[in-house]
């Protein structure tokens, strides 16, 4: 029996609404996720920091006091979300939701150029299935990141498509050279990282270069000004040199490129190491699949598809490398999240090697169904994990029998915490106003120093002081009023109190398990 395959148009507006179907439950997995998940230390450092009364006092905060290690875009971004909404994790997270929509619009035109509406509609479907989706929910740079450097691709794939030989009269092509300009250059101020954006449109726009013979002067500027841009993030850089002396990550692995690849699709450290290795083994498999078929795919691509555009996909898939050279040599610090718009070409790719199979509408439809059942599966599966995670925390957020009594026989004693992310949490979360209240950062940078090797916390407790009521109170100002002290230390790996504890031989009372750490009293 011979299938039934699709007569319509390569491209079309009848793809348009599983384009916008796929958005709103975009929109509506990330918005649920929201409001389930609490923000953690790096949210809470952009929170702070954005949360201040104007426009003016954020950038002034970036400049001189910066805790979140950013340029202001994102900053800006966030703040005019608060003002909007309210000061609260939805508004912080906006920005990277919107940045993450941006992302699926672009690479749904991006392929739909390429391979036709089906192919698109796969492609703008395809990130739903990945672990990538989490960063649309979360309050940082990396998901806005993502929808510019679609927007990037998207714009320089408009203003070549004059190479294609037609009867048509040439179109203007400010429009696209404007978005492309603002795209390089709103990445750049929105994340250290973000100059990489460059890389796959420079190597595109290269290949073009050399196949044509002759420079493309509006696209050549439009890179130049974006890059311009950088010129307004330097006084922020200048502003993070005194974490560079102590920071606390150390280096740049070689392995950051692997984990740089994993991370896109699958997060699965907590998984057994049989499993994880299993896990890999199969995503390297799938990876070499989709990049061979791509090869196919470019073999026979027609004649109106321009090569210098799988040049563009290339560079941008091969951005975790690009960005290992650019933390080993430059910034001497890199995270895996900083590169996921490598996820634009694998994205990209899946949606057009199936242009061919796709044109039956059996296997059409059928991909869209086990896309959607996969994504409400997958996604509701790690909401409901991230709920789990969250009421337990919130679950912790009370002191033990012993802690009780003893803030009550005190009732002004503060309860000193000296892990910025867990007194983030317990200063924001604890459901008792009061206690809420009493709790308050201790740091120490010479301590920090000494038994961590990095004053991370102990920075960003001093700027905090300059633009917050958060209470916070060094160490050595501790030592010096009577006690006894009401503390609570978690063995996370960033505690050094109870070294300075044991190095000083002071006397310890336990308190009992509280706020998922343990309690003390210090005298």
Request: net charge positive.
């Amino acid at each position: 029996m011979t299938q039934q395959l699709d007569s319509s148009p390569k491209t079309s507006a009848r793809s348009y609404p599983l384009l916008a179907l796929f958005l709103l439950l975009s929109a509506g997995l990330s918005l649920i996720w929201s409001h389930l998940r609490l923000m953690w230390n790096d949210e809470f450092l952009s929170f702070y920091s954005d949360g201040v009364a104007t426009l003016k006092q954020v950038v002034l905060v970036q400049l001189h006091y910066p805790i979140s290690l950013d340029p202001p875009t994102y900053h800006l971004l966030s703040h005019l979300c608060m003002d909007l909404i309210g000061r609260n994790a939805i508004a912080l997270r906006l920005p990277a939701l919107v940045g993450f929509l941006l992302f699926q619009l672009c690479l749904f035109f991006f392929v739909r150029r390429l391979a036709g509406d089906r192919s698109a509609v796969i492609a703008t479907a395809f990130p739903l299935l990945t672990a990538s989706f989490r960063y649309s929910a979360e309050g940082r740079p990396y998901a806005l990141l993502l929808g510019l450097y679609a927007l990037s691709l998207l714009c320089w794939q408009i203003a070549t498509l004059d190479d294609t030989p037609t009867n048509a009269p040439p179109r203007s092509r400010a429009l696209p050279l404007i978005g492309l300009t603002l795209a390089i250059a709103i990445a750049i101020t929105s994340h250290y990282f973000g100059i990489l954006i460059l890389i796959p449109v420079s190597l595109g726009e290269l290949s073009r270069t050399l196949i044509r013979k002759r420079l493309d002067l509006g696209v050549l500027a439009a890179l130049v000004l974006g890059l311009t841009s950088l010129g307004l993030i330097l006084p922020f850089q200048r502003a993070l040199m005194v974490y560079r002396q102590h920071y606390y990550i150390t280096g740049v692995n070689i392995h950051d490129i692997s984990q740089g690849y994993r991370e896109l699709f699958l997060r699965y450290t907590t998984w057994p190491m049989s499993l994880q290795k299993l896990a890999a083994a199969l995503m390297v498999v799938l990876a070499l699949t989709l990049a061979y078929a791509g090869y196919q795919r470019f073999k026979r691509r027609p004649t109106t598809e321009h090569a210098s555009t799988w040049i563009a996909l290339v560079g941008m898939a091969l951005l975790p490398f690009f960005g290992y050279l650019f933390g080993r040599f430059v910034t001497h610090t890199m995270e895996v999240r900083y590169v996921i718009a490598a996820l634009i070409a694998f994205a990209a790719t899946f949606g057009i090697v199936l242009e061919r199979r796709l044109r039956s509408n059996a296997f059409y439809y059928s991909t869209l169904t086990l896309i959607t059942i996969a994504a409400l599966a997958i996604n509701t599966h790690n909401i409901l994990q991230e709920q789990r995670a969250s009421l337990a925390i919130l679950a912790s957020l009370h002191p033990s029998p012993a802690l009780a009594s003893a803030l009550a026989t005190n009732p002004s004693a503060p309860l000193y915490e000296q892990s910025l992310g867990n007194f983030f949490v317990d200063s924001y979360y604890t459901p008792d106003p009061a206690l809420r209240s009493r709790i308050t950062l201790l740091y120490n940078p010479q301590r920090e120093i000494s038994f961590l090797k990095h004053d991370t916390y102990s920075i960003a407790a001093t700027n905090l002081q300059h633009f917050t009521a958060l209470p916070v109170v060094n160490y050595d100002q501790l030592l010096t009023q009577p006690g006894p002290h009401l503390l609570i230390q978690w063995q996370d790996g960033w505690n050094w109190t109870d070294k300075a504890i044991a190095a000083e031989h002071a006397t310890v009372t336990p308190l009992g398990p509280s706020f998922g750490g343990q309690a003390i009293s210090l005298q």
